[in-house]
């Protein structure tokens, strides 16, 4: 024979809510009928045929109780014949890290390097199945828009949102950035692939990127760099 469990039993306490609910529409009742009682004789109601459904009046309260019981119920989760099952999370964690910096609104792709790199994201994002993703802009300074998460429709919705004014402070400090990735974006849950996918234009600020490019190999953290744009064109 199964044996019933309930999930979240707390949630049972909350079944003195129907007696509660019960008294109180006892006690509107009882004030209404002694309202009518002093407006009216009791005499002249009963010549009149003033008359309460009081069988429509039950069974609306004993549907109200039943109702609020089994909500609570409900809320308890019961379930049976539980079994136990280990379930094994593939896939990877996929970080894009995307330049911010004044130099990615030139033009020399269209409608510029922001527009274009943001529209590569998506569609890379349309084949992912199970990854985690998060996204980390980056000038003069990085900021996360958006941990690592399965909800791709707000990935998404934050990537739509990113601008050059999405971090405080110009210029383009590709080392901060990934040193800031390994730090506040990978958290200590086991995935067999971390990757870093970096999309710049190229130019850094003395940031020494390498050093943080290695240490991000030293954690087996795999760096994808993908430049964008004309090395001479649009440098602000």
């Not at 309202?35 to 009963?46: A, M």
């Not at 379930?79 to 379930?87: F, H, I, L």
Request: aromatic share 8%; proline share 2%.
């Amino acid at each position: 024979m199964s044996t019933i469990r309930f999930q979240n039993i707390d949630m049972l306490f909350l079944i003195w809510v129907a007696p509660l609910v019960f008294g109180i529409y006892w006690y509107a009742w009882r004030k209404k009928q002694r309202s009518l009682t002093l407006f009216i004789e009791k005499g002249l109601i009963d010549r009149n045929r003033i008359t309460v459904n009081y069988s429509g009046r039950r069974r609306r309260v004993a549907l109200m109780m039943a109702a609020i019981i089994l909500i609570v119920i409900a809320a308890a989760r019961p379930a049976w014949n539980m079994k136990s099952e280990t379930v094994e999370q593939r896939g990877r964690d996929v970080v894009f890290l995307l330049d911010v910096s004044k130099s990615m609104l030139a033009e020399d792709l269209a409608p510029n390097r922001l527009e274009r790199a943001k529209l590569a994201i998506k569609d890379c994002i349309e084949k992912l199945e199970g990854d985690r993703v998060a996204l980390v802009v980056f000038a003069g300074s990085a900021a996360v828009k958006c941990p690592l998460t399965l909800d791709y429709g707000f990935f998404r919705m934050m990537l739509d949102h990113i601008s050059i004014d999405s971090v405080s402070r110009g210029g383009t400090m590709i080392g901060d950035a990934l040193r800031k990735v390994m730090t506040d974006v990978f958290d200590d849950r086991t995935r067999e692939f971390r990757d870093i996918i970096l999309i710049t234009d190229g130019e850094d600020h003395e940031s020494l990127p390498v050093e943080a490019a290695e240490k991000a190999g030293q954690k087996e953290i795999r760096l994808i760099a993908i430049g964008l744009g004309d090395e001479n064109d649009g440098r602000r």
